[in-house]
């Protein structure tokens, strides 16, 4: 601020001394005034070299700080590169050996004989099947004593069904009552 604040205090100078040579213009001849001027032009050329020389200087120094920053930005960007470039190999590694080690899980037991299938007492699945086996076959006895009654009562027999429906089932067991209930 203060290099652009003499510059404009040159230039004021440089404009009072000309107004200065004017006056003089008046009081002295013309050689006198042509040297006058030729003196001040000199003196303000002088000034301005001067001062664009001090501007130059600032915008090298200026230019080379900002390459300094630059590089400095630019090596750290590298060096963060190289290390994200290896973190990526190490997990590309780490990716491959699970890979690998999922695959021969998958793949059963080895030859060798290095595992073992263990078999529980009171395996849960087992017993849900028997349940499972039991309810369906309480199930269809019901569907076919259900289905002797219903017969009955097409039959025409309204008294003691539950006793004729025992008595029928257990004849017709075998025969046409179980074969109806596995028709539908």
Known sequence: MTLVNAFF???R??????LESYEHEITFNGATFEKDRVNSLEQSLQNYKETVE???DL???ERKA??????????????????TEEKLSQLEAENAELRSQASISNEGPSPS???KVLHMKDNPLSGAIEDRRQEVEGLRAEITSLRARIKLLEEGQTRDLTLLVGNKVTED???SVKGNAFAS
């Open 9 to 11: 205090y040159q230039e």
């Open 13 to 18: 100078d440089s404009y009072k001394s000309v």
């Open 54 to 56: 001090r501007l130059e």
């Open 59 to 61: 915008l090298a120094a």
């Open 66 to 83: 900002t390459f300094s920053k630059d590089s400095d930005t630019e090596a750290d960007l590298r060096s963060k590169l190289k290390e």
């Open 113 to 115: 004989g290095s595992y």
């Open 173 to 175: 067991e075998g025969t």
